[in-house]
């Protein structure tokens, strides 16, 4: 006879991984919104610098690889440590950026709800 306790403990095992995977996916409208905070210093429309480097393909590429923008030595230390800005990076650099690396020209404070850093997120996965 079939143990339908395992049954179900395998169905709730499975509902609670899908709903982690969909915990940090990001929403791209509100994310464009989000990314109004972003703008006076970043770009996404091309690869034009602005205050800040730009932002067009950010998401897995190298950390500190804007060309022709001018780095902190902060910045390029962390890159020295830190391959790419994976999803992960992104988030944890994003809720808090002077934390995350010291001496990090970015003057902003970071965002601290974590579904306003997911939509960034989603909304810069399309600007690649």
Known sequence: MFDNRKLRLALAIA?????AANA????????EKV??????CHTV???ANKVGPYLTGLVNRPVASAEGYA?????KEFASQQPA??????DKYLE?????????KMAFAGLKKADERADLIAFLLTKQ
């Open 96 to 104: 808090n950026p002077k934390a995350m690396v010291p001496k990090t």
């Open 35 to 40: 990314f109004k905070k972003c703008m006076a």
């Open 24 to 31: 940090h996916a990001g929403d791209v409208s509100k994310g």
């Open 71 to 75: 780095y902190s030595d902060a910045m």
């Open 45 to 47: 429309a091309d690869k």
């Open 85 to 90: 800005w994976d999803e992960a990076v992104l």
């Open 15 to 19: 509902c609670l991984a899908i709903g």
